[in-house]
């Protein structure tokens, strides 16, 4: 069996694959510039891999790199928290989740409200994009299933309903004469509507003029709100809309699924006490997986 790397070259790579320089490694490595290119030199000559592409003064991780450092990345991140752990160590620990942007914004942040009084002692950082060097705690993903091999809770289910302002909903006459809003993505158009029409083709009220279309579900939510149009929504993005009354469900129709959002952590993360408490922290405050019938 061919033997392991020293751990300090390891270590060296580590820090080196975050930061993707050479000089700002050996700054937080406390060592020259010179001691950092040897340490991955001989990594290199162990492993018989290159890990980075160096292109003038500039570097950045090859594709064997990318898949090695993302495993020694989480080896490192581990050993620190197990030492943490085990030493009981004061420090303000932090536990990154990364979630889609709007989940996050609008479904994600009201209920973090007790997340203070119960982790004073973690400070909770939300991304909406995976950022190299940083190690997710837990993921919400999207999707027709989960991520598989990862301990998951599937936390919604899409239910896709028609909406509009309070003023188009009184005025149908209005309501009639503004348009569709549809939400597109790299020039393609969601199937929503078509979803939706499948089921009730001949709702008496929908507008017949036109249609606009939107780059993402913000800004079609807003157009909403402001009379624009009529747009079909998940009902669980629009939860403070619907109980304001800013948005009305124009019909009982409901498209459920097949998309949702998934609640995941690795088998790495798993060994964390602070990711499976978070994990299962956000499994109560999300309460039970509804259906439209409910």
């Not at 989740?97 to 982790?119: D, G, K, M, N, V």
């Not at 969601?190 to 001949?202: S, V």
């Not at 978070?278 to 999300?286: E, G, M, N, Y």
Request: with cysteine; hydrophobic share 40%; charged share 20%.
């Amino acid at each position: 069996m061919k033997s392991l790397p020293s751990l300090t070259s390891l270590r060296t790579f580590s820090v080196v694959g975050k930061c993707l320089s050479f000089t700002e490694a050996a700054s937080q490595l406390g060592v020259t510039q010179s001691a950092v290119s040897r340490q991955i030199k001989s990594l290199e000559e162990s492993l018989d891999l290159k890990l980075f592409d160096r292109v003038g003064n500039s570097i950045s991780l090859t594709i064997a790199g990318q898949s090695l450092h993302k495993r020694v990345f989480e080896t490192f991140g581990l050993m620190a928290d197990a030492v943490s752990d085990a030493t009981g160590s004061s420090q303000q620990q932090k536990l990154n989740i990364l979630a889609p942007p709007t989940l996050a914004a609008r479904w994600l942040t009201r209920r973090l409200s007790s997340y203070p009084h119960e982790f004073p002692e973690i400070e909770l950082a939300v991304h909406t994009m995976a950022r190299p060097g940083i190690r997710m705690d837990c993921v919400i993903q999207f999707g027709t299933h989960p991520t598989a091999g990862s301990e998951n809770l599937q936390l919604l289910v899409e239910q896709h309903i028609a909406v509009c302002s309070r003023k188009l909903f009184e005025d149908r006459e209005a309501m009639r004469t503004s348009c569709l809003l549809h939400v597109f993505d790299n020039g393609q158009r969601f199937p929503l509507w078509q979803d939706w029409l499948e089921i009730e083709p001949d709702h008496p009220d929908l507008p017949t003029q036109g249609s606009m279309e939107f780059a993402s579900l913000e800004l079609a939510i807003q157009a909403a709100k402001n009379s624009v149009g009529v747009g079909i929504v998940d009902r669980n993005m629009i939860e403070y809309e619907l109980n304001a009354g800013s948005l009305v469900q124009i019909s009982p129709t409901t498209v459920v699924g097949p998309n949702g959002y998934w609640l995941e952590i690795s088998a790495e993360s798993q060994a964390k006490g602070r990711s499976v408490r978070f994990f299962r922290w956000l499994r109560s405050v999300a309460g039970p997986t509804k259906d439209a019938s409910e």
